[in-house]
């Protein structure tokens, strides 16, 4: 069974510039969740997705977005980097939902921005 | 507002030795679960715990969880050097966010 995958693993923007990021979750996971790990905050929620419909979002302003497409692939969006935005980005998908089951991870976007 | 709280921040022992890393929480949960993650790697599932469990195993791991004192631990044993890692402890509760904690970094010297 395929594991989650993301893409790009790296890239580097510079201030001012979009980014979207894309998460293919496990086969049959209906959950994807998205996190910003940085060294002085750690793992931070930003949003869940489940079945299309954003269940849940984190503490981020409205530059960060995302969205969820039929087949459960997720992506998401950073408008007007900043600085701050640099970041490994991890995906999760799981199951049933990240208030019961367990988290399968992605080994993250790794976002430099310049 | 943060809720899992790990302890310690960094931990240092011999192969061989065991480890114990603590985690405490705020509010009521639904379950408990523990991720490792290898330098700048994605973070893999350890174990999960509900919240009307007390203890867990899953070979060399046992995980207790006392919902009293809202607080969990994590027990390695027969540390080797491949179980050199960050740790985390992360909180699920109903129609709340997944939260993590600042994670225990673990080195298991050969």
């Known amino acids: 069974k395929a594991g989650v995958t993301q893409t790009p693993r790296y890239l580097i923007k510079t201030r001012g510039q979009q980014v979207t990021l894309s998460c293919s979750p496990i086969s049959g996971h209906r959950s994807v969740s998205w996190y910003q790990q940085t060294p002085g905050q750690g793992l931070q929620f930003l949003f869940e997705?489940?079945?299309?419909?954003?269940?849940n979002k984190g503490n981020f302003p409205g530059r960060f977005s995302g969205r969820q497409f039929s087949n459960s692939r997720s992506e998401m969006n950073v408008s007007t980097l900043e600085l701050g935005d640099s970041a490994l980005y991890l995906c999760?998908?799981?199951?049933?939902?990240?208030?019961?089951?367990?988290?399968?991870f992605g080994e993250g976007s790794r976002l430099t921005v310049l | 507002s943060q809720q899992g709280e790990e302890d310690p921040q960094a931990l240092s022992i011999q192969e061989g030795e065991n480890a114990t890393m603590n985690c405490s929480y705020k509010t009521s949960i639904n379950n408990l679960q523990w991720y490792r993650q290898n330098s700048g790697r994605g973070l893999v599932h350890l174990i999960l715990?509900?919240?009307?469990?007390r203890e867990k195993h899953s070979g060399r791991l046992r995980v207790t969880l006392d919902t009293s004192k809202k607080s969990s631990s994590l027990l390695i044993t027969a540390s080797r050097a491949a179980d050199t890692a960050s740790y985390f402890c992360?909180?699920?509760?109903?129609?709340?966010?997944?939260?993590f904690g600042p994670g225990t970094r673990l080195s298991v010297l050969p």
């Open positions: 992360a909180t699920a509760s109903y129609g709340q966010n997944f939260v």
């Open positions: 997705y489940f079945s299309e419909t954003q269940r």
């Open positions: 715990i509900r919240s009307n469990e």
């Open positions: 999760a998908s799981s199951l049933v939902g990240l208030d019961t089951g367990e988290l399968f």
